[in-house]
């Protein structure tokens, strides 16, 4: 009975409330902020009662301190609100440096406030807005440095009822930190804002490594020289367009090779660029998918396979459905990867499982005879960095006719279940005509061991890409639009012909 009456007094009554009363007191709280209506109440703490009040004199387009069990929230109505009633919500510092909320609500978003710190006060102003008010069950988020804080608590607190969220110089707390896959898992696109000398810079990087490492897809901007103030950007354009973008985004068409159970992801390039923005009078680092874009990854089993497979896909397959095979995973230095990603190309990790020292070949010709019924081309390229390529040249080997041409990056041909090492069979793969493209710093110790005794015993095509003064590592070249074109251009000649 406790229970009963407890879910009450949180749920009913003040839902109750808000129906009867809001209605017949809306009008007599209505002030303006920045030239929009805005609407004040007061939220009791124990009753959960919201009660409208009136803006004083002194706090203008501010807000004073609520009085104590008490909680302040705001709403402010653009002039025609947009489709689905989209809204973004600030956790804290009230009016602080406001224009990207001003810019949104041009664009007919809401604009929402309360009291910090989130707690259930903060659900009952949700449920308000969202089912007496009617705006989105998703809202965005716009915190500053404690606010940011708020916004990833009360995110990770409802992964699913969340937008987007705009953090700038945030704090952060280590509860917070530790469920960030929630909202990687719900897809929720994060765009932090640091200064370079922000004393908790650290926190947006530990959010970063989180949430790339799930999937999730997060961007950053760092402004040179600046500390924790000055917060925001004077171009408004940058936070309200990425809000307004993540709330417009629409779910894609499932793929029709997925089986019925998968994971999906995202994939991007972490790559840094600099621009001087004159708006601000500093040089900003940017990266991540708000400039670059991202590509979907799909993550399955299938019957018969140890291992997952990993299918990253194009935002517009090319025609004939090229693909690359390959056995490492990609990450931020797959820099040729991206390149054929944009020109249409799918990229699939094969299994590696877990109770063998490399890929089993009867399970990388299951997922080929599936992905090929699919759909997929018949002729792959096999592609592998490092000790990697190896494993793919086993695979060639072993189906000469099911390959369009082979690539790796500073490659090292051995293979750990190979009855007969690729380096000592390359006939098979000459004999079927097979263009080797071998990316390679002319720096690498194994050069000599590996790509030049390739070019020496293989009487088939070899093409060799030479980047003077790279040792082994890095792995990936210095021009991959080079080595995606040449892999493009081998593929397509060969269906020509």
Same mark, same amino acid.
């Given at each position: 009975?406790?229970?009963?009456?407890?879910?009450?007094?949180?749920?009913?009554?003040?839902?109750?409330?808000?129906?009867?009363?809001?209605?017949?007191?809306?009008?007599?709280?209505?002030?303006?902020?920045?030239?929009?209506?805005?609407?004040?109440?007061?939220?009791?703490?124990?009753?959960? &009662?919201?009660?409208?009040?009136?803006?004083?004199?002194?706090?203008?387009?501010?807000?004073?301190?609520?009085?104590?069990?008490?909680?302040?929230?705001?709403?402010?109505?653009?002039?025609?609100?947009?489709?689905?009633?989209?809204?973004?919500?600030?956790?804290?510092?009230?009016?602080?440096?406001?224009?990207? *909320?001003?810019?949104?609500?041009?664009?007919?978003?809401?604009?929402?406030?309360?009291?910090?710190?989130?707690? *259930?006060?903060?659900?009952?102003?949700?449920?308000?807005?969202?089912?007496?008010?009617?705006?989105?069950?998703?809202?965005?988020?716009?915190?500053?440095?404690?606010?940011?804080?708020?916004?990833?608590?009360?995110?990770?607190?409802?992964?699913?009822?969340?937008?987007?969220?705009?953090?700038?110089?945030?704090?952060?707390? &280590?509860?917070?930190?530790?469920?960030?896959?929630?909202?990687?898992?719900?897809?929720?696109?994060?765009?932090?804002?640091?200064?370079?000398?922000?004393?908790?810079?650290?926190?947006?990087?530990?959010?970063?490594?989180?949430?790339?490492?799930?999937?999730?897809?997060?961007?950053?901007?760092?402004?040179?020289?600046?500390?924790?103030?000055?917060?925001?950007?004077?171009?408004?354009?940058?936070?309200?367009?990425?809000?307004?973008?993540?709330?417009?985004?629409?779910?894609?068409?499932?793929?029709?090779?997925?089986?019925?159970?998968?994971?999906?992801?995202?994939?991007?390039?972490?790559?840094?660029?600099?621009?001087?923005?004159?708006?601000?009078?500093?040089?900003?680092?940017?990266?991540?998918?708000?400039?670059?874009?991202?590509?979907?990854?799909?993550?399955?089993?299938?019957?018969?396979?140890?291992?997952?497979?990993?299918?990253?896909?194009?935002?517009?397959?090319?025609?004939?459905?090229?693909?690359?095979?390959?056995?490492?995973?990609?990450?931020?230095?797959?820099?040729?990867?991206?390149?054929?990603?944009?020109?249409?190309?799918?990229?699939?990790?094969?299994?590696?499982?877990?109770?063998?020292?490399?890929?089993?070949?009867?399970?990388?010709?299951?997922?080929?005879?599936?992905?090929?019924?699919?759909?997929?081309?018949?002729?792959?390229?096999?592609?592998?960095?490092?000790?990697?390529?190896?494993?793919?040249?086993?695979?060639?080997?072993?189906?000469?006719?099911?390959?369009?041409?082979?690539?790796?990056?500073?490659?090292?041909?051995?293979?750990?279940?190979?009855?007969?090492?690729?380096?000592?069979?390359?006939?098979?793969?000459?004999?079927?005509?097979?263009?080797?493209?071998?990316?390679?710093?002319?720096?690498?110790?194994?050069?000599?061991? &590996?790509?030049? *005794?390739?070019?020496?015993?293989?009487?088939?095509?070899?093409?060799?890409?030479?980047? &003077?003064?790279?040792?082994?590592?890095?792995?990936?070249?210095?021009?991959?639009?080079?080595?995606?074109?040449?892999?493009?251009?081998?593929?397509?000649?060969?269906?020509?012909?």
């Amino acid at each position: 009975m406790k229970m009963v009456l407890t879910l009450v007094r949180l749920t009913i009554l003040p839902l109750l409330f808000m129906v009867f009363f809001y209605p017949c007191r809306a009008q007599e709280n209505k002030a303006s902020w920045h030239g929009f209506d805005r609407y004040d109440f007061v939220l009791n703490e124990e009753t959960y &009662q919201l009660i409208p009040v009136n803006v004083t004199p002194q706090e203008g387009n501010g807000v004073r301190n609520p009085e104590a069990k008490t909680r302040r929230c705001i709403l402010v109505a653009p002039k025609q609100a947009a489709p689905g009633n989209p809204w973004s919500w600030r956790g804290c510092y009230w009016d602080h440096a406001p224009q990207a *909320e001003i810019e949104l609500l041009k664009r007919g978003f809401h604009i929402a406030y309360i009291t910090t710190d989130p707690d *259930e006060t903060w659900d009952i102003w949700y449920k308000f807005l969202v089912k007496e008010y009617g705006l989105s069950p998703k809202p965005a988020f716009i915190g500053m440095s404690r606010g940011g804080a708020n916004a990833y608590t009360w995110g990770t607190n409802h992964p699913d009822k969340v937008s987007a969220i705009c953090a700038d110089n945030p704090g952060l707390s &280590q509860t917070s930190l530790m469920k960030m896959d929630l909202l990687a898992a719900n897809d929720v696109p994060i765009l932090n804002i640091c200064g370079s000398i922000d004393p908790i810079l650290h926190n947006t990087y530990a959010v970063q490594n989180i949430y790339h490492a799930n999937g999730g897809r997060m961007s950053v901007i760092i402004k040179d020289g600046m500390a924790h103030h000055p917060h925001s950007l004077k171009n408004p354009h940058v936070i309200a367009d990425f809000i307004e973008q993540s709330y417009k985004e629409k779910a894609g068409t499932t793929p029709s090779f997925l089986p019925e159970q998968y994971k999906k992801t995202a994939f991007y390039s972490t790559k840094a660029h600099y621009q001087y923005a004159k708006s601000e009078k500093v040089w900003l680092t940017q990266w991540g998918p708000y400039f670059t874009g991202s590509y979907d990854k799909y993550s399955f089993s299938l019957k018969g396979v140890e291992g997952s497979v990993s299918v990253f896909v194009p935002l517009q397959p090319a025609s004939g459905n090229p693909w690359v095979y390959r056995c490492d995973q990609l990450d931020s230095h797959s820099v040729v990867d991206l390149e054929l990603l944009a020109k249409g190309f799918y990229i699939v990790v094969g299994p590696v499982p877990y109770n063998a020292d490399g890929p089993i070949l009867g399970h990388w010709n299951i997922v080929y005879n599936y992905l090929v019924g699919k759909g997929f081309s018949q002729k792959p390229v096999l592609a592998g960095r490092g000790a990697a390529t190896g494993e793919v040249y086993v695979w060639a080997i072993e189906n000469p006719d099911k390959v369009s041409c082979i690539y790796g990056e500073n490659p090292i041909l051995r293979s750990s279940l190979a009855k007969v090492q690729p380096i000592n069979n390359l006939a098979p793969l000459a004999k079927a005509g097979i263009h080797i493209i071998h990316a390679c710093g002319s720096l690498d110790p194994n050069l000599k061991t &590996q790509t030049n *005794e390739v070019k020496r015993r293989y009487s088939g095509k070899l093409t060799v890409v030479l980047d &003077q003064r790279r040792g082994h590592y890095p792995l990936e070249p210095n021009d991959p639009v080079k080595i995606a074109d040449l892999i493009e251009q081998t593929i397509y000649s060969k269906i020509k012909n």
